[in-house]
């Protein structure tokens, strides 16, 4: 929950400290590097430990890793929304209007308020944000592999698709509650607890708001802390459901030892059985060292990765991965710079439409794999048809969209230095912030200006509004007729299409989610009953490595190519200010298309060496079986005389 909800406020934080998306995407993925590291030595001790205890103890270390992640907004100054203004009440009033100064009087705002303090405690702040991820990632290592281990190894064979399908789709309960505590939390002001004299002037809707994301950690921290009690109370064992299993594999022993007896003799049998045994690394796991375990681990890794069915599966749950990754980071900004809409209410259709569907899709893959016992073929089948109709819906993501409005002074080409091209003569008696940020927005012409100085504004009017104060700029020397023109950015001109694009996008969730349990049966079947446990920690591992940590980075990355217009603070790139939508749209659904494509292609895969191995067993079975078979056939004719005699 405290991972989903460090998402839903993405952009936020953003915003507050000044970060890139690339920034952003990297600290939303820093909590895998301490996951990674660990989830495969805790796998190995899955069979020595209380893993419903060690499970609480994780939880307990995620909520502090909570309570540290709200520790910057507390050893932060308040936050000022236009850093030229002197005083907190009046931050875009006098230092965003054009009074006819001096440069010398208007100094840039980027580098006149910075020292060596500030710096230091820019980077603190942002060390601090980057432990509590490190923290949560540590914390969060046993509930996966200890969770699925716990519930396969005490569930019955046919029960447990269900129950993990129940696992998974509760898993993700908790960012829906975190995206839906991101609606509620970013709609008030961030300095809630230290309001200025006065209030503020802006609005949710203003670019400039800033909600109080911190207040979202400290009450996920405490819904965690009291989620993990209950697992400190529960068994090392399930007796009802351990007695089950032991009743299962007697059957299942007595079963292959019947077979067995046909097979091979008994004084071969034991000795060979005895030998495997001792021979096997992953056998013997439970009763080796750390050291030791640490020696066999390549060799089981090595064995567990040349299985083609676990190679192929968990490539195509990396692209998936990647996806949801990279969705669920930067969702809930993209659709606030595409649609104009909040934060809240972006989080509000991600926590209410998405995420849900997505739980759904889990429930009903495995509640089909479960009906109709569905083994590998149909699995594989039943993935491959998922990926393919999640990729169908997301081709009209492409169209559902529209280019950005005009923006004075801004050339929507990507990877232009920044700065404010202003128009002949209008601007010409004012002495506007270079770096200010106080967006004006001229609706009869569509055309949106950084601040009001650049619009040639002289004066501020306040009209009540109901419980709100509305803020228009009057006297603007670059406006025809001279305004007035409102406060905050222009709307979107295709914010109608928001609810078509997360209909779109949940339904491909849904879709996508269908091919979870599938999946993760291949796996879990697929592999040797005692590779199992290491089969699940070296599945996490590498969708960790593969997926969860460079993925954010990556769409971060692509994000940041389609700015047009960046703040400056000490004389570092900080926050983009303007985007080109188009070329956001198209690189943003682009990168979602590709990694659903890699997964389509590798699912295909997975069902074409299942068919070769089922033709080859056949094939195997047809070359075996004839020979006995024509035998008795062509000696039947001759017993049956002699049966007649005798």
Same mark, same amino acid.
């Given at each position: ?49 209380? !893993? ?331 993935? %491959? ?9 997301? %081709? ?29 003569? =209008? ?142 603070? =000490?004389?570092? !790139? ?10 956001? !749209? ?24 299942? !068919? ?35």
């Amino acid at each position: 929950m405290i991972s989903g909800y460090l998402k839903s406020s993405i952009s936020t934080i953003e915003k507050r400290f000044g970060l890139s998306s690339q920034t952003s995407g990297l600290l939303a993925a820093f909590n895998e590097v301490g996951n990674t590291t660990l989830i495969v030595l805790v796998s190995y001790f899955g069979s020595r430990v209380h !893993r419903p205890r060690m499970i609480g103890c994780g939880a307990v270390l995620v909520a502090l890793a909570g309570l540290l992640m709200s520790l910057p907004h507390f050893i932060s100054e308040p936050y000022r929304y236009d850093h030229t203004g002197p005083e907190d009440t009046s931050q875009d009033l006098a230092a965003s209007l054009c009074l006819p100064t001096t440069p010398a009087l208007a100094p840039d705002s980027s580098n006149g308020s910075c020292s060596t303090f500030t710096e230091v405690r820019h980077v603190t702040v942002v060390g601090v944000m980057f432990v509590a991820q490190t923290l949560l990632g540590v914390g969060g290592v046993p509930i996966q592999p200890f969770g699925i281990s716990y519930i396969d190894d005490f569930a019955h064979d046919s029960n447990s698709p269900l129950y993990l399908g129940i696992l998974f789709a509760v898993t993700m309960m908790g960012p829906g509650m975190a995206y839906g505590l991101g609606s509620l939390m970013l709609r008030l002001y961030v300095d809630i607890d230290r309001m200025p004299e006065g209030g503020v002037s802006l609005t949710p809707k203003d670019p400039r708001w800033v909600g109080a994301w911190w207040l979202g950690f400290l009450i996920s921290a405490g819904m965690v802390a009291l989620a993990a009690s209950p697992y400190f109370f529960f068994p090392r064992e399930m007796p009802k459901e351990k007695h089950e299993l032991h009743f299962w594999r007697k059957a299942v022993a007595g079963a292959t030892s019947s077979v067995s007896k046909v097979e091979d003799s008994p004084s071969e049998q034991s000795p060979g059985e005895s030998s495997k045994k001792q021979d096997n690394p992953a056998q013997v796991a439970a009763d080796l060292t750390v050291i030791q375990f640490i020696k066999v681990f390549p060799r089981v890794l090595l064995r567990t990765l040349r299985h083609p069915i676990f190679l192929l599966v968990v490539l195509s749950q990396v692209c998936m991965s990647s996806m949801v990754a990279g969705m669920a980071t930067f969702l809930p900004k993209f659709l606030e710079r595409q649609f104009s809409v909040t934060a809240s209410f972006a989080n509000m259709l991600i926590g209410g439409l998405t995420i849900p569907t997505a739980i759904v899709g889990i429930v009903v893959g495995s509640s089909l794999v479960k009906r109709l016992h569905l083994g590998p073929m149909r699995c594989a089948t039943l993935c %491959l048809l998922g990926s393919l109709l999640a990729l169908v819906v997301s %081709l009209p993501l492409f169209f559902l969209g529209c280019s950005a409005h005009q923006i004075a002074g801004i050339t929507l080409q990507p990877g232009t230095q920044p700065g404010v091209e202003p128009f002949p003569g =209008c601007m010409a008696p004012c002495s506007c912030s270079v770096d200010g940020f106080n967006p004006v927005c001229d609706p009869g012409a569509g055309v949106e200006y950084i601040t009001p100085c650049h619009a040639g504004c002289t004066a501020q009017v306040v009209q009540a509004d109901q419980d709100k104060n509305k803020v228009f700029y009057s006297n603007c020397s670059c406006v025809a007729g001279g305004g007035p023109v409102s406060a905050g950015s222009c709307d979107s001109a295709c914010s109608h299409l928001v609810l078509p694009f997360i209909l779109l996008v949940s339904l491909g969730a849904a879709l996508a989610s269908v091919t979870h349990t599938p999946a993760f049966m291949l796996i879990l079947r697929g592999v040797k009953k005692e590779d199992k446990t290491l089969a699940v920690g070296i599945q996490f591992m590498l969708l960790r490595v593969l997926a969860w940590m460079p993925s954010p980075v990556i769409h971060g990355s692509a994000i940041d190519t389609t700015c047009v217009h960046w703040a400056l603070s =000490c004389g570092r !790139r900080a926050v983009c200010h303007y985007y080109d939508l188009d070329l956001l !749209r198209n690189r943003f659904v682009g990168l979602q298309f590709f990694f659903k494509t890699g997964s389509l292609v590798c699912f295909a895969l997975v069902l074409t060496v299942l !068919r070769q191995q089922n033709k080859e067993e056949e094939t195997k079975a047809t070359a075996s079986s004839p020979g006995p078979q024509q035998q008795l056939l062509m000696s039947g004719q001759d017993k049956k005389p002699t049966d007649s005699s005798v």
